[in-house]
Nanobody
């Protein structure tokens, strides 16, 4: 099992910045890709960004150039630096861990609220 604990959400004005952190514990050796998803009220959960164990990153078009995902393997932590925030970035942000293997398992954190005021 893997436990994921997010931190760093909050309220910020449009144009501001926030950094989210996700600390992983447990069977972390099983995790290949770590990522951030978000879910706004009335909308489906969507991928924001992810980073694989080899450092490959992937971003949603809506956040390219504004958000940066990084991973500190020594601390078992993944970060999401969010700059130039927009009101449409308002959502609950969830950390996700995806395992290696033919059958992929997903682990989720409890979520952290990000609210961007206009």
């Amino acid at each position: 099992q893997v436990q994921l604990v997010e931190s760093g959400g909050g309220l910020v004005q449009a144009g501001g910045s926030l950094r989210l952190s996700c600390a992983a514990s447990g069977s972390i050796f099983s995790i290949n890709v770590m990522g951030w998803y978000r879910q706004a009220p009335g909308k489906q959960r969507e991928l924001v960004a992810d980073i694989a164990s080899n450092g490959r990153t992937n971003y949603a078009d809506s956040v390219k150039g504004r958000f940066t995902i990084s991973r500190d393997n020594a601390k078992n932590t993944v970060y999401l630096q969010m700059n130039s925030l927009k009101p449409e970035d308002t959502a609950v942000y969830y950390c996700n861990g995806e395992t290696y293997g033919l059958i992929v398992h997903h682990y989720w954190g409890q979520g952290t609220q990000v609210t961007v005021s206009s």
